[in-house]
């Protein structure tokens, strides 16, 4: 099972170091980038998931509403990209509430799916799935199964679907990103920096060995023009610009050598009532 999704933020969006939200001020980028991802999708009759920020659905109402015409499944982001462990429960609550009812507004339909930015739902913080379900959420796609930078969520074990069955009685779908042990590191090869980085035989090859792959990509990862943000240390400068001028090439070999399906359509192929149960 293949899973294709999209985290639909701009380019400045590419760390969490900055606690200056005034976005406005930036050049904007997000209506090339998504026309660039929907006419490719268009042309393999592929559908996929478009994680989306209520900041874009306020700001830039357009580049969601394009998505939603193309027929795809929209899930929320957050409203403007911060990790979800800097929330205590309210504060993330509020925060989300107001991006899943901006996109719904928008686009006259309820939101089933959330991702939060950097994977960052991990196991101090898991009050967050019990937020999501008293928001109607019916999936998550936010836990990283390994040790990595936000975090991540180790005790999930593998990188498979999962039922988590939570404190406050209720329960939601995962759909957790996968990962590749390459030297003693968990690395995430199927979106982002690495995607980038890694070349296209190892990728492919690591694909095939996959039972179950969740893609995340951005429209930024294929835009070898945006500006470049100066300010970011020489190691997170290094993953958020490398390989941009070949990536989307890459990115149409995995389309061509690979099935892929949306977050909702691989619910659809999940037998839930025989998948682990992970209680919390």
């Given at each position: 099972?293949?899973?294709?999704?999209?985290?639909?933020?701009?380019?400045?969006?590419?760390?969490?170091?900055?606690?200056?939200?005034?976005?406005?001020?930036?050049?904007v980028?997000?209506?090339e980038?998504?026309?660039?991802?929907?006419q490719?999708?268009?042309?393999r009759?592929l559908?996929?998931?478009?994680?989306?920020?209520?900041?874009?659905?306020?700001?830039?109402?357009?580049?969601?509403?394009?998505?939603?015409?193309?027929?795809?499944h929209?899930?929320?982001?957050?409203?403007?990209?911060?990790?979800?462990?800097?929330?205590?429960?309210?504060?993330?609550?509020?925060?989300?509430?107001?991006?899943?009812?901006?996109i719904?507004?928008?686009?006259?339909?309820?939101?089933?799916?959330?991702?939060?930015?950097?994977?960052?739902?991990?196991?101090?913080?898991?009050?967050?799935?019990?937020?999501?379900?008293?928001?109607?959420?019916?999936?998550d796609?936010?836990?990283?199964?390994a040790?990595h930078d936000?975090?991540?969520?180790?005790?999930?074990?593998?990188?498979?679907p999962?039922l988590?069955?939570?404190?406050?009685?209720?329960?939601?779908?995962?759909?957790?990103?996968?990962?590749?042990?390459?030297?003693?590191?968990?690395?995430?090869?199927s979106?982002?920096?690495?995607f980038?980085l890694?070349p296209y035989w190892?990728?492919?090859?690591?694909t095939?060995?996959?039972?179950?792959?969740?893609?995340?990509?951005?429209?930024?990862?294929?835009?070898p023009?945006?500006?470049?943000?100066?300010?970011?240390?020489?190691?997170r400068?290094?993953?958020s610009?490398?390989?941009?001028?070949?990536?989307?090439?890459?990115?149409?070999?995995?389309l061509?050598?690979?099935?892929?399906?949306?977050?909702?359509?691989?619910?659809?192929?999940?037998?839930?009532?025989?998948?682990?149960?992970?209680?919390l």
């Amino acid at each position: 099972m293949n899973i294709l999704t999209f985290d639909i933020e701009d380019w400045y969006s590419c760390d969490f170091i900055t606690t200056d939200f005034n976005w406005d001020k930036y050049e904007v980028r997000i209506y090339e980038g998504v026309n660039h991802i929907l006419q490719e999708l268009d042309s393999r009759n592929l559908k996929a998931t478009f994680f989306c920020l209520g900041w874009i659905a306020e700001k830039h109402p357009e580049a969601i509403l394009s998505i939603h015409a193309h027929g795809h499944h929209i899930g929320c982001h957050s409203y403007q990209h911060e990790l979800a462990f800097r929330f205590d429960r309210e504060a993330f609550k509020k925060d989300t509430e107001k991006s899943k009812k901006l996109i719904e507004d928008l686009i006259g339909e309820s939101i089933n799916a959330f991702r939060a930015p950097g994977f960052s739902i991990t196991k101090k913080n898991t009050w967050a799935l019990e937020v999501l379900t008293e928001l109607g959420f019916e999936y998550d796609c936010s836990i990283l199964p390994a040790r990595h930078d936000y975090g991540g969520f180790a005790s999930y074990g593998k990188a498979e679907p999962a039922l988590l069955k939570l404190p406050n009685g209720s329960q939601i779908k995962e759909f957790p990103i996968n990962i590749q042990n390459i030297l003693g590191k968990n690395l995430v090869f199927s979106g982002g920096g690495f995607f980038r980085l890694f070349p296209y035989w190892l990728i492919k090859h690591w694909t095939s060995r996959s039972d179950y792959m969740m893609t995340y990509f951005h429209t930024r990862d294929f835009d070898p023009d945006q500006p470049m943000i100066d300010s970011l240390p020489p190691m997170r400068k290094f993953k958020s610009y490398v390989g941009l001028s070949s990536s989307f090439a890459k990115f149409q070999k995995l389309l061509n050598d690979f099935d892929f399906v949306s977050v909702e359509k691989a619910n659809k192929m999940v037998d839930w009532s025989t998948t682990r149960e992970i209680e919390l």
